[in-house]
């Protein structure tokens, strides 16, 4: 069984409790608790692979960017503005910058999280207020993955989105996994170096 902790982060109404809902539940309610933060737990399976996935969908984002929590808990992130709000797409670069910036700050060796930026409520495109272009390049400087949808209308988006980035989780977990040689294989490393055997293919 993989252990998956993923973080919803964006702007108050960009609607990152709507999209946790909506992919862990179907349903799109309208009206969310905005005053407590949760965990959300599930189940799920992926490509025949077990996983126990955990879900932080803070209470209220706006004005809080230090995010130190956030960094050492979650394997990835989901940036969520609303494409009706520009304050939401201002607030979506400043997470993206932080979470670039922590990268920097660490070791090399420590893989990248894995980064799915998206515009929500695609529904309101009336009242658009940032182009699919504008979240298109933004994504593309921070490297990340890019898409709108609406949490109101699109459920099998939400669940192709959450895919995505689960997939690319558990692929940096397995590259993570990789890298780090277990006791037994660093130990015949070690026997080979000192005797100078090569391992021969049959
Ligand atoms: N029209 C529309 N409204 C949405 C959508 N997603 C969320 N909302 C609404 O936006 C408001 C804020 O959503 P919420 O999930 O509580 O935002 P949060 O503060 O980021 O958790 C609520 O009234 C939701 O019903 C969407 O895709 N389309
Ligand atoms: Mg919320």
Redesign the pocket.
């Known amino acids: 069984m993989s252990e998956v902790k993923l973080a ?1 982060l ?13 992919f862990l539940t179907r349903r ?5 608790a ?1 005053n407590a933060e949760c965990i959300y737990t599930k189940h799920i399976c992926l490509d025949g692979r077990q996983i126990h996935l955990e879900i932080y ?1 803070p ?3 706006q004005g809080k960017l230090s995010l130190t929590d956030e960094l050492h808990w979650a394997d990835g992130f989901i940036i ?1 503005y ?1 494409i009706s709000d520009r304050a939401s797409f201002a607030f979506a670069k400043a997470l993206l910058y932080r979470i670039q910036e922590s990268h920097i700050g660490a070791c090399k060796k420590m893989v990248e999280s894995t980064v799915f930026l998206v515009g ?5 495109c009336h009242m658009r207020e940032v182009g699919w272009d504008e979240g298109q390049k933004l994504a593309m400087d921070y490297k990340c993955q890019f898409g709108e ?6 459920y099998q988006e939400v669940v192709a989105m959450f895919t995505k980035v689960l997939r690319s989780i558990i692929s940096n977990l397995k590259a993570k996994e990789k890298r780090r040689p277990s006791g037994s294989k660093s130990m015949a490393k070690l026997i080979n170096n000192v005797f100078g055997k090569r391992r021969k293919s049959v």
């Open positions: 919803v964006g702007g108050s109404g960009a609607g990152k409790s709507a999209l946790a809902v909506r799109f309610i309208g009206e969310y905005s969908d209470c209220s984002q969520v609303d929500n409520k695609q529904d309101l949808l609406s949490a109101a209308e699109h």
